[in-house]
């Protein structure tokens, strides 16, 4: 690797040099694409995460509500069965 001159050319490390940088910058390009298309797939799925939280919370009231009246219906059979139960003792 020497030139007429005697001085050693560094024209082949040059360019397996910028090989390797060319190689780095196309891994880096590649490596944050990867990361962009699973951030995108994560904050999909976050999205449906949330779309299904907002769907629960908005049937959790009602469900709420209609298992308080059943517990009101529960408590007045369990006094109804009280009371004929002592009734039945009486005679």
Do not use: C, F, Y
């Amino acid at each position: 690797m020497s030139d007429p001159n005697g001085q050693r050319n560094w024209q082949s490390v040059r360019v397996v040099l910028e090989g390797l940088i060319l190689a780095g910058i196309l891994w880096s390009i590649s490596n944050q694409t990867d990361q962009t298309k699973a951030i995108v797939k994560l904050q999909t799925q976050m999205d449906s995460i949330q779309t299904n939280g907002l769907q629960l919370s908005q049937t959790i009231p009602p469900l709420s509500r209609e298992v308080d009246k059943l517990d009101l219906r529960v408590a007045d059979h369990d006094r109804r069965l009280t009371e004929l139960e002592q009734v039945r003792k009486l005679k």
